[in-house]
């Protein structure tokens, strides 16, 4: 099967309120280039200087969103263009990132990552930790983010029951949160709280069913890695 009929196939069964990311992290640029030519445009990296060195070669209308794990040291370099970063998991980060996006006059959307999986090692804050740092005086201040919604990640298994009640913890965090939404406003407010990013390769028909509206796939589109 060829990049484009993947990418075709998926289109055509995801709902029309599901925001498809296509996972490119590793691929080469030929490979995205037909993603790109088959209508793509938003593609998802998970290392900072990948992104960067694809986003120096490839078409300016591309949307870059960020979904893996972010150093705040290495903020600076995507700044400049990120459309969306996913794995926001700390308020240092979150100062990081308001910090770099005044710094580039711009206003950087970010999706806060909470921590579903059962898996010690997978990134995330869990609710107290969401609470106190939508709570926080610094959180409050800040004028150049904007808190579009949520993202996770299900445990690594083929217990679909197990993933179905994690992708389901996340909708009901999610749905208190907007509930509550303009108690919990920074300075560049939440009003555009409504994304829920889970579902990838493996799971994103549950994720869908659970209420994702954001999948993140990658091998499916572009094969193996
Ligand atoms: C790699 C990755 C994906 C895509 O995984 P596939 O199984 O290839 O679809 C989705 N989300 C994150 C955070 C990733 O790192």
Redesign the pocket.
Known sequence: MSITSNLNTIKASLPEHVTL?A?S?TKPVLDLMQAYEAGQRIF?E?KIQEMTDKWEEMPKDIQWHM??HVQSNKVKFMAPFVSLI??VDSLKLLQEINKQASKNNRIIDCLLQIHIAEEETKFGLDENELNELLSSSEFKEMKNIRILGL?G?ATFTEDQNQIKKEFTHLKSIFNSLHQRKSALQCASTIDNFSTISMG???D?QLAIECGSTMV???????G??
Not at 216 to 222: A, D, E, L, M, Q
């Open positions: 990311v996972v992290k998802g998970n979904i893996g996913h794995g993202m990640m990838m390769s493996g994103y993140r796939i990658g091998s499916s589109i572009f193996g890695r």
